[in-house]
């Protein structure tokens, strides 16, 4: 295989940015290059130190564009590509109205295949090199997953719900068969490639206590795996679960008590959350995802990440598609910039970037292998063109600095300013030179 070398603008995150001029957070070069061998980066930096280490290497000219590391979306469900935007609901209404009908669909093998084609490709139009996905219920959901994954060789998280209560008949397992078929899953695809297994108990509301038990003897044995639920995201969800589990002292000691909680899960919304939630979670490391279009979307709530943050909690940040209304991670920090506002929190672009490269990566536990432009880690890469539309090209004029283009490109920018994205060191478009 050829090695390759993109040119271009590059940035990429050490660290978590203090603030706008906190420098040493990241690398920037302003004619940089990536080498690509295997899939893999062999070297980044100016591209006058690593062009001369590969002369033979096709060079792919990205200039005037803008190189980071793919985007991460840490929390996103499969099934409910073609819900995006259903009307009209709050939380327990949409799970009933749309969501549960809908997933209902992917019983169908060949429907959950066609689907994740179609999926895979508007992730990677929008520039999402990774995701933690829940499926459907139906095993077959998540073979169709990780398979179309394995095809384009991406590095993706997912599992099958486990729901075994209030859901249809066609959309329960039961503890044993949610056991079951989570273990046969986690043996064909955990670590298989580039695929690793979450164990998913859709959230309390849907799992009996029995079926929280068995999610936790599966988390036991299998501690490499995540595990990804949803936590405090409504109102009306809070109280329901509160009343399926009376012997819980709040929401999050109901998965607690199950030994669901540590550095591997991952809790989508955490909105509403009581102090000793709050605490429980710095404790044992578990993370709140942030999901802003869907908390918008929702009328759920607005998450306190400065909250969280100062509790030394690491929060994720995740489109939530279909509740979620974008696939853009740009997008998405758009709609999130704009929750913060609402309680004085203001999110400033570096930490932007970072949240949705690095940071993820870190939540996730693969910084070491995605989320940097970091040498021996994995090539998935977006290039990014800030002047995509007039709209933007119009701003793009009155621009000076690196953090004012990203803070364009956050707030304006969607899937058009994606100009390419490498999986795996391979192009998604056809490659322009
Ligand atoms: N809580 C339980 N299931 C879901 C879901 O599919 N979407 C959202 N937003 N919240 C949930
Ligand atoms: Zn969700």
């Known amino acids: 295989m050829t090695d390759?070398?993109?040119?271009?603008?590059?940035?990429?995150?050490?660290?978590?940015?203090a603030d706008q001029n906190d420098t040493d957070a990241f690398t920037y070069h302003e004619d940089g290059a990536i080498l690509v061998r295997e899939g893999v980066i062999a070297a980044s930096g100016t591209f006058d130190a690593v062009a001369p280490t590969a002369p033979c290497a096709d060079i792919v000219d990205h200039r005037p564009h803008l190189m980071t590391a793919g985007f991460i979306d840490a929390h996103i469900h499969f099934p409910?590509?073609?819900?995006?935007?259903?009307?009209?609901?709050?939380?327990?209404?949409?799970?009933?109205?749309?969501v549960f009908p809908e997933e209902a669909r992917f019983g169908d093998e060949s429907h959950a295949q066609a689907i994740a084609t179609r999926f895979f490709d508007v992730l990677t139009e929008h520039g999402t090199t990774t995701a933690a996905a829940f499926c459907s219920v139906h095993a077959a959901s998540a073979d169709a997953y990780f398979a179309e994954a394995e095809r384009r060789n991406m590095r993706m998280i997912g599992g099958k719900v486990m729901m075994d209560r209030n859901a249809p008949d066609t959309l329960r397992d039961t503890p044993q068969s949610g056991?079951?078929?989570?273990?046969?899953?986690?043996?064909?695809?955990?670590?298989?490639?580039?695929?690793?297994?979450?164990?998913?108990?859709?959230?309390?509301?849907?799992?009996?206590?029995q079926q929280l038990e068995m999610a936790g003897a599966l988390a036991t044995e299998h501690p490499d795996c995540h595990i990804q639920?949803?936590?405090?995201?409504?109102?009306?969800?809070?109280?329901?679960?509160?009343?399926?589990?009376?012997?819980?002292?709040?929401?999050?000691?109901?998965?607690?008590?199950?030994?669901?909680?540590?550095?591997?899960?991952?809790?989508?919304?955490?909105?509403?959350?009581?102090?000793?939630?709050?605490q429980c979670l710095a404790e044992t490391g578990a993370h709140p995802v942030f999901c802003p279009t869907s908390n918008l979307f929702l009328g759920?709530?607005?998450?306190?990440?400065?909250?969280?943050d100062k509790a030394g909690i690491q929060s994720a940040i995740a489109t939530d598609i279909g509740a979620g209304t974008s696939y853009s991670m740009l997008q998405t920090l758009n709609e999130g910039y704009k929750v913060l506002q609402l309680q004085s929190q203001s999110l400033h672009a570096m930490r932007g970037f970072h949240w949705m490269t690095r940071g993820n990566a870190e939540v996730l536990g693969l910084a070491?292998?995605?989320?940097?432009?970091?040498?021996?880690?994995?090539?998935d890469i977006?290039?990014?063109?800030?002047?995509?539309?007039?709209?933007?090209?119009?701003?793009?004029?009155?621009?000076?600095?690196?953090?004012?283009?990203?803070?364009?490109?956050?707030?304006?920018?969607?899937?058009?300013?994606?100009a390419q994205t490498y999986i795996a060191g391979e192009p998604?478009?056809?490659?322009?030179?």
């Open 428 to 433: 998604h478009k056809e490659t322009r030179r």
């Open 80 to 98: 409910q590509a073609q819900i995006v935007a259903s009307w009209g609901a709050q939380l327990l209404d949409w799970l009933n109205g749309y």
């Open 368 to 379: 070491d292998r995605i989320g940097t432009l970091d040498e021996g880690t994995e090539a």
């Open 179 to 209: 056991y079951d078929d989570t273990k046969a899953l986690i043996e064909r695809w955990h670590g298989r490639g580039r695929a690793g297994y979450a164990i998913s108990p859709r959230f309390a509301i849907t799992s009996s206590p």
């Open 300 to 308: 759920s709530g607005c998450f306190d990440h400065a909250r969280l």
């Open 382 to 418: 977006v290039v990014l063109d800030a002047r995509a539309t007039p709209a933007m090209a119009l701003r793009m004029d009155r621009v000076e600095t690196l953090a004012e283009e990203l803070f364009v490109l956050l707030v304006m920018g969607d899937d058009r300013a994606v």
């Open 229 to 278: 639920t949803h936590l405090s995201e409504n109102r009306e969800e809070i109280a329901f679960a509160a009343s399926l589990y009376p012997e819980a002292s709040d929401y999050l000691n109901i998965y607690e008590r199950y030994g669901l909680l540590g550095g591997k899960m991952l809790l989508g919304h955490c909105i509403h959350l009581e102090e000793r939630e709050v």
């Open 4 to 17: 390759r070398l993109l040119r271009g603008r590059l940035l990429t995150f050490h660290r978590a940015p």
